[in-house]
């Protein structure tokens, strides 16, 4: 009676013939092999010349090896190598010999292989043989696969790497130390939601009596909005320097050539932005501030009281002409101030719609410690909150202590 799996070749073999590549070091095929090989139809070529290999086409290969030696055979590992880029199933023929086979394994990349005594069945060598032609189509679909992971893993590397690079020219943008004053100190916290951030910061001592700093978020984050942060570092001028003489930007004149500027290279994707720049007089502690689209900042006293300061403006880089008004507040001693990228009070899960937001209410229960102090415990609840490893936006906080002189 004829079997299932001969009738299904037999079937097959009327359209075409599968082609066996035998890859051996005998003079002589088995019994039970050419038996096996004769009850599928499998046309056979016999060769050990690596030469030949694409010639056939073979849709299956055989290895019948005859001794140990053959284990280390440099041809036979040419060959096997050369097979198994063709996506070509492999049945391995070996002696009785467990140490063989465990030597083979050991020296060769088994993918695609079959393990088989020579002294075994025609049947047993018939349904390996079956086997393996049944999986020719995967073995090509799995190495089609493979061939597509190759370049895509060389792509994923070369973008990682190039966002690598572009973290490290971001973090070149920011300020390496803070300026520091007898009765004054600053902290920040810098934190992107991916490689890159949409936010960026600056402190800069501007002359003896006046340092300036702000905070700028683009709108989104990652690359784009990145990119957009350099231009408004770039773009944002605090200072004007003629001959000897040098004046300071009124911060809202400042943010509204910065509008200017950013609506003049008209950004596609209607790329915009926030921005919150104050001018301080370290002398007298009045602050000048103006904000384009920013989240107020928020003022601490002496006893732990907080507030948001009262000023506001429209986004940067969405309509020309746009006038950005300067407000003065008058700072004191053992006054400390958090300006802010929005990305904090998303940060900080909300316990319910009806409920204050959460990072007003972190602020206040920090509002003991000192400046530094402050950022560090935020930082530590932002990582302890839901979501914390994968952030939905940036992160930035600069923070102003103020001492008595």
């Not at 189509?137 to 060389?154: A, D, Y």
């Not at 004053?181 to 890159?196: E, I, L, Q, Y």
């Not at 200017?260 to 007298?284: I, K, S």
Request: hydrophobic share 40%; with cysteine.
């Amino acid at each position: 009676m004829q079997t299932q799996t001969e009738s299904k070749y037999n079937r097959t073999n009327t359209l075409k013939k599968p082609k066996t590549l035998l890859i051996s070091t005998l003079n002589q095929l088995s019994d039970n092999l050419t038996t096996a090989l004769d009850q599928l139809g499998l046309q056979s070529y016999q060769t050990t010349d690596s030469e030949n290999i694409n010639s056939i086409n073979a849709d299956i290969a055989i290895f019948t090896l005859n001794h140990l030696t053959d284990v280390n055979n440099e041809n036979i590992k040419l060959l096997t190598e050369q097979i198994q880029l063709l996506s070509i199933g492999i049945l391995v023929l070996t002696p009785d010999n467990p140490e063989q086979i465990d030597q083979f394994q050991q020296s060769h990349d088994t993918t695609h292989m079959v393990f088989a005594h020579a002294s075994e069945s025609s049947q047993m060598l018939q349904g390996r043989l079956s086997t393996l032609i049944e999986m020719c189509s995967s073995f090509q679909e799995l190495n089609r696969l493979e061939m597509v992971q190759q370049p895509l893993n060389q792509y994923f590397t070369q973008v990682d790497e190039e966002m690598r690079l572009a973290a490290r020219l971001q973090q070149d943008f920011l300020p390496r130390t803070l300026p520091q004053f007898p009765n004054m100190k600053f902290a920040t916290v810098f934190r992107p939601a991916s490689w890159v951030s949409g936010d960026v910061y600056d402190v800069m001592r501007l002359d003896e009596k006046h340092v300036g700093f702000y905070i700028a978020d683009a709108v989104g984050h990652g690359v784009p909005a990145a990119l957009l942060t350099m231009f408004i570092k770039r773009a944002l001028v605090t200072k004007v320097i003629e001959g000897k003489n040098y004046t300071l930007i009124e911060p809202g004149l400042a943010l509204s050539r910065l509008n200017d500027d950013m609506v003049g290279q008209d950004l596609t994707n209607f790329q915009f932005a926030t921005c919150a720049y104050a001018l301080l007089n370290v002398e007298t502690l009045q602050m000048r501030i103006a904000s384009g689209g920013h989240p107020p900042p928020i003022l601490i006293d002496k006893h732990g009281d907080s507030k948001e300061l009262d000023v506001s403006g429209s986004l940067l880089g969405v309509f020309p002409d746009q006038q950005y008004d300067t407000t003065t507040v008058q700072l004191n001693p053992d006054d400390k101030l958090l300006m802010f990228s929005d990305g904090v009070e998303v940060a900080f899960v909300n316990e319910g719609p009806e409920q204050p937001l959460r990072f007003r209410q972190e602020f206040g229960n920090l509002s003991e410690y000192d400046v530094q102090t402050m950022c560090d415990k935020l930082v530590e609840i932002i990582n302890r909150e839901e979501g914390s490893l994968h952030p939905k936006d940036d992160v930035t906080i600069v923070g102003l202590d103020l001492k008595k002189a």
